[in-house]
């Protein structure tokens, strides 16, 4: 920095810049004469008048930018397109499975089952501890194979237990043996897991061949014939995923069903994958059943049933 004015003296010093700034030294005020403050003052006062005036402490303006400059943040990529959110409420191609009103186009036991308030209701009143027997709502709409299902299930009640069953069929009775009462109303197959209490949410089951729970929430499995279910990927935690539960709530449940790969979901999140490569008990077709059970005094509601076949 080049300095161009002369010090004036020990007690205060005005230095000239190449610019027009002023700089005032501290002085020592104990040497200090009222004429010396004054001058101080004054010499303030004047530096501050400068530096107000100076161009080169004014705020600039960013030049603008040249022609390749320009050309170069025009021909720089758009941020990509993302996704639209899904909106479940566009059922648009879809087939509705339930009226609002009756239970038409279902079977279930009557005393269980019925319409309440726009749902289809499932609901047990026994004395607490009571084991109430599993039992299904079927649709006799068909079989379907390649789907979407998609709906919304409330669950009241600290014993509720319920799931959807799809692919599902009738078990076989063993020879010579008496059906059960209430059998006409039980089905087997894959199930999408739910209970009250959020430890079976969103598990991929399956009930009558041995195989239990598949794919745990949070996980993406593959079977072949003779192999024990195999881990492809995590999805995410099982106490994570499972905040995704409403309690006492709405939850809006997608399941797609393409080929030998099985998709659950809930309330906007993935839950559970399978691809069932065991050709020995993979099912590619089946009853749509949704389950009432848990001891006790239960109540799970069913709103909203819409199914797509793909």
């Known amino acids: 920095m080049k300095l161009n004015g002369p010090a004036l003296s020990s007690g205060g010093v005005l230095l000239c810049l190449s610019r027009p700034v002023v700089l005032l030294f501290a002085f020592n005020p104990r040497r200090a004469t009222p004429t010396m403050l004054a001058s101080r003052r004054l010499l303030s006062l004047f530096a501050l008048a400068l530096i107000a ?83 299904f709502l079927i649709w006799k709409g068909g079989e379907p194979a390649d789907f979407e299902l998609k709906l919304e299930i409330k669950m009241e009640g600290a014993t509720a237990d319920s799931g959807i069953q799809y692919r599902g069929y009738y078990p076989t009775p063993a020879a010579g043996a008496t ?10 197959g894959y199930q999408y897991d739910f209970n009250f209490i959020n430890t079976f949410n969103a598990n991929l089951a399956e009930a009558g061949q041995g195989r239990g729970v598949i794919a745990f929430r949070g996980q993406m499995v593959r079977t072949e014939a003779g192999k024990r279910p195999r881990l492809l990927s995590q999805l995410g935690t099982f106490d994570g995923l499972g905040g995704h ?64 076949t793909l």
């Open 53 to 135: 005036g100076s161009p080169g402490l004014r705020a600039q303006t960013a030049p603008a930018p040249t022609p390749a400059a320009a050309a170069a943040a025009a021909a720089a990529p758009a941020a990509r397109p993302q996704p639209d959110p899904i909106d479940f409420n566009d059922t648009a191609g879809w087939q509705s499975l339930f009226d609002g009103s009756t239970l038409a186009g279902w079977d279930g036991n009557p005393a269980v089952w019925r319409v309440t308030d726009g749902a289809m209701v499932g609901e047990y009143t026994s004395p607490e501890g009571t084991r109430n027997p599993s039992t």
């Open 179 to 188: 059906p059960a009462p209430g059998a006409q109303w039980a089905i087997n």
């Open 245 to 308: 539960y409403r309690v006492n709530d709405w939850n809006q449940i997608h399941l797609i069903a393409r080929g030998n790969t099985l998709v659950q979901m809930m309330n906007g999140h993935v839950m559970a994958i399978l691809i069932d490569e065991d050709v020995t008990k993979l099912k590619t077709k089946g009853l749509i059943g949704l389950q009432c059970a848990g001891p006790g005094s239960v109540r799970i509601s069913f709103r909203n049933v819409w199914l797509k």
